[in-house]
C-alpha cells in the first residue's frame, strides 16, 4: 500500500517535471535578501529616471522646447522608478500579469 | 602591475587592448571579444560533451552539463509557464554566456567582459527586443493595451501611460547596469585589497604581518565574487524569463 503511494506521487513529480500536468503555481525567485532588495530598488529608480530624463533631452533636442519636456519627463521618470519599485514591494510580484 | 608609484589604480583592468598580435591589432580583436569567443567555446563544449557521452549514471561533466540544462529548464518552466519551452534556448544561451563571462573574470589574468557597460547593454538590447518582438508576434496590436492599467480612468492615461512607458523602456537599464555594477564594483574592490597586501608588504619588518590582513580579506572577496558571479548569471536569466512571462501572458 505504502509504495503504491510513494508510486502515485513519483508519478506526479515525474509528469509534471515533463509539462504533462499543470505545476504548481510558485511566486518569483528571486533573492529576497535586505542587500539585494535594497540594490535592486536603487537599480529601478535610477534606470526610470535615466530613461525619462534621456527621452525628455532627445524630444527637446528634436522640438526645440528645452528645457520644458525635460523637466515633464523627468518628473514621469521618477514616477515611474516608484512605480517599478512599488512593483518590487507589492506582495505579488505579478500583480500586473494577473496570471 | 596595479602598484605605479605606490598609488592605487584600480580600474586599468577595465581597459581593451589588442590581442593576437598583427592580424588582432587590424581588426580590433581585444581581450573582451578574445574572452567572448572563449565563453562560447566553453559553453558549447560543456554541452556538447556532456550529451555526447551521455550515460544512465552520469559522471561529473555529464553532471554539471545536465544541471545547467535542468536548473534553467525548471526556471523558465515555473516562470513562463508550459509555453515558454520554446523560449528555453535564447534564456538558456543568455545564462551561459553571462555566466562563463563572470566566471572567466575570476581566474588570474583573464578579462571580465560583463564589466563594460557595452557588451551587457547590448546583452539587454537583446533581451529586450527579442521579449517586444515575441509579445508583438503573440498579441499583435492588442500589446499596447499592456501600457494601459485596467481600471484606470480615461482622464489619467496622459499620466499613466508616459509612466509605464518609461518604466518598460527602464528594464534595459537596470538589467544592464545591474550586471556592470556589480561585475565592476567586486573587481575594483578586489584590486584595491590586492594593491594593500603589495603596499603594505614594503614596510619593512612589520610589513608581511599586516600584509595577511588585506589578504585575508582578498581571499573572503574572491569566494564573494564567486558567489556574485552565479548570483548575477542567475538574476540575468530569471529576469529575462519574468519578462517573457510578462510577453507571453501580457495581463
Known amino acids: 500500500m505504502n509504495e503504491r503511494n510513494g508510486f502515485e506521487e513519483r508519478l506526479r513529480q515525474a509528469r509534471t517535471q515533463r509539462g504533462l500536468d499543470k505545476p504548481p503555481e510558485k511566486g518569483g525567485a528571486l533573492p529576497q535578501t535586505a542587500w539585494g532588495f535594497g540594490l535592486r530598488a536603487g537599480v529601478e529608480v535610477v534606470s526610470a529616471l535615466v530613461v525619462g530624463v534621456v527621452i525628455g533631452f532627445l524630444l527637446d533636442r528634436w522640438l526645440g522646447t528645452w528645457p520644458w519636456l525635460f523637466l515633464v519627463f523627468f518628473v514621469m521618470g521618477s514616477v515611474a522608478g516608484v512605480l517599478n519599485v512599488y512593483r518590487l514591494f507589492s506582495p505579488k510580484p505579478r500583480s500586473r500579469s494577473g496570471q | 602591475m596595479a602598484v605605479e608609484g605606490k598609488t592605487i589604480d584600480a580600474l586599468s583592468q577595465f581597459e581593451l587592448s589588442p590581442v593576437l598580435g598583427v592580424v588582432g591589432q587590424a581588426v580590433s580583436f581585444s581581450q573582451s571579444n578574445l574572452f567572448m569567443l572563449i565563453a562560447t567555446v566553453l559553453s558549447c563544449g560543456l554541452m556538447l560533451l556532456s550529451a555526447r557521452r551521455a550515460q544512465l549514471v552520469p559522471g561529473r561533466l555529464q553532471a554539471l552539463g545536465e544541471s545547467a540544462y535542468e536548473f534553467i529548464a525548471g526556471m523558465v518552466r515555473d516562470q513562463v509557464g508550459d509555453e515558454g519551452k520554446k523560449y ?42 527579442t521579449v517586444t518582438v515575441i509579445a508583438l508576434m503573440r498579441h499583435g496590436m492588442h500589446f499596447f493595451s499592456y501600457f494601459v492599467p485596467e481600471g484606470a480612468p480615461v482622464w489619467l492615461w496622459p499620466i499613466i501611460i508616459p509612466v509605464e512607458i518609461i518604466s518598460y523602456f527602464s528594464r534595459v537599464v537596470s538589467l544592464s547596469v545591474r550586471l556592470f555594477a556589480n561585475m565592476v564594483a567586486g573587481h575594483v574592490m578586489l584590486k584595491v585589497f590586492a594593491t594593500f597586501v603589495v603596499l603594505l608588504g614594503g614596510l619593512g619588518a612589520v610589513g608581511p604581518f599586516v600584509a595577511a590582513m588585506p589578504l585575508a580579506v582578498n581571499v573572503v572577496l574572491v569566494g564573494f565574487e564567486l558567489l556574485v558571479a552565479f548570483l548575477q548569471a542567475y538574476v540575468f536569466a530569471i529576469l529575462t524569463s519574468i519578462y517573457l512571462h510578462d510577453a507571453v501572458h501580457l495581463h
Open chain 2, 88 to 129: 528555453f534556448p535564447f534564456v538558456f544561451s543568455v545564462f551561459m554566456f553571462v555566466l562563463f563571462g563572470n566566471l572567466l573574470g575570476m581566474l588570474p589574468y583573464a578579462f571580465t567582459f560583463t564589466s563594460h557597460i557595452a557588451v551587457t547593454l547590448a546583452l539587454a538590447c537583446v533581451v529586450f527586443v
